[in-house]
């Protein structure tokens, strides 16, 4: 995971509520046995929509992906985390998001940044009235800003996740912070336990 500290560029206004992970990433998606390419089906249902936003070219080559309340809710997968980061999303906004989809942002490197809701109607607001709207999240000071919009705010985020993104540290990486410690403790094993080796 690659270490997080600010996320700053322009913004998709994703103005719809209640928006779970089969509307993210279709079931269909979930066949692959890869972990990349998912960026194609990203909401791929509603890019048949000639008007739907991330087919409008004012939008391209966002970081940062605003949505409505409620994001993220019904099953649990994280190709959904997958595609919107593959899409080249480092950060996603929205009033609230679902615990598990919240959980696979915080495990992959994607920034969840939960803001009050008239923030989130104030930033879909601004970004839709100018697509080049710069939108900074601070991860390190905990803080949303879009200047030109006179937007600002802080999010939560709890210390060991804030860390992980400062770090870049996925689950692995923070066992093997301690890599010292196993092999001291495996080194002290009586030989007849079980081993891995």
């Not at 890869?34 to 194609?40: L, P, Q, S, V, Y």
């Not at 099953?75 to 985390?81: C, F």
């Not at 919240?102 to 809701?117: D, E, F, I």
């Given at each position: 995971m690659e270490a997080v500290e600010i996320v700053s560029?322009?913004?998709?206004?994703?103005?719809?509520?209640?928006?779970?992970?089969?509307?993210?990433?279709?079931s269909d998606w979930l066949k692959r046995i890869?972990?990349?390419?998912?960026?194609?089906g990203l909401f791929s249902e509603w890019r048949d929509d000639r008007g739907f936003v991330l087919n409008d070219e004012r939008f391209e080559g966002a970081s940062v992906l605003v949505a409505g309340p409620n994001f993220g809710?019904?099953?649990?997968?994280?190709?959904?985390?997958?595609?919107?980061?593959q899409y080249g999303f480092r950060a996603v906004v929205s009033p609230r998001f679902a615990d598990i989809f919240?959980?696979?942002?915080?495990?992959?490197?994607?920034?969840?940044?939960?803001?009050?809701?008239d923030v989130g109607e104030a930033l879909l607001d601004a970004v839709e009235a100018d697509p080049d709207l710069m939108v900074v999240v601070d991860v390190?000071?905990?803080?949303?800003?879009?200047?030109g919009a006179g937007i600002s705010c802080s999010f939560p985020l709890d210390a060991a996740?804030?860390?992980?993104?400062?770090?870049?540290?996925?689950?692995?990486?923070?066992?093997?912070?301690?890599?010292?410690d196993i092999d001291a403790y495996e080194a002290d094993r009586p030989a007849w336990l079980p081993s891995t080796a």
């Open positions: 560029g322009t913004a998709v206004p994703l103005r719809r509520s209640d928006v779970d992970t089969d509307q993210i990433i279709p890869e972990r990349t390419g998912f960026e194609k809710t019904g099953s649990s997968r994280e190709h959904a985390v997958w595609a919107i980061q919240r959980n696979n942002c915080t495990k992959n490197g994607l920034v969840p940044v939960q803001v009050p809701a390190a000071n905990l803080t949303l800003e879009a200047p996740t804030k860390e992980r993104f400062l770090q870049g540290l996925d689950d692995i990486g923070i066992t093997m912070r301690h890599d010292g």
